[in-house]
């Protein structure tokens, strides 16, 4: 069992950043592909970003390319977003999931492509 607690998030103002921490345990942190979603009020919840458990390679949804950043610290199991350039369709619980084999083109993206799941972390972006 993977347990994953996000933290980090808080109220920005637009064009602020944000840098959202999520820290796993239960598994080794290397064998471990790690993703960021995110949902909006009364929306689905949607794909931000993802990190191969390779730690070498990473995927992120057109709204956070150019804008957002994962990467992860085995030393200390966590992978972090860093999230710069902020605006108010940003406002959203963000969640940090995981899961214990290769992401894939078609699982990326996906929330069945993820076993596990964090308790979400709030982030509002003030116009």
């Known amino acids: 069992q993977v347990v994953l607690v996000e933290s980090g998030g808080g109220l920005v103002q637009a064009g602020g950043s944000l840098r959202l921490s999520c820290a796993a345990s239960?598994?080794?942190?290397?064998?471990?592909?790690m993703g960021w979603f995110r949902q909006a009020p009364g929306k689905e919840r949607e794909f931000v970003a993802a990190?191969?458990?390779?730690?070498?390679?990473?995927s992120y949804a057109d709204s956070a390319k150019g804008r957002f950043t994962i990467s992860r610290d085995v030393a200390k199991n966590t992978v972090y977003l860093q999230m710069n350039n902020l605006n108010p369709e940003d406002t959203a619980d963000y969640y940090c999931?995981?899961?214990?084999?290769?992401?894939?083109?078609?699982?990326?993206?996906?929330?069945?492509?993820?076993?596990?799941w964090g308790q979400g972390t709030q982030v509002t972006v003030s116009s």
């Open positions: 999931a995981a899961v214990g084999a290769a992401l894939t083109a078609w699982t990326v993206r996906r929330r069945l492509g993820y076993d596990y």
């Open positions: 990190i191969y458990r390779s730690g070498t390679s990473t």
């Open positions: 239960g598994r080794t942190f290397s064998s471990l592909s």
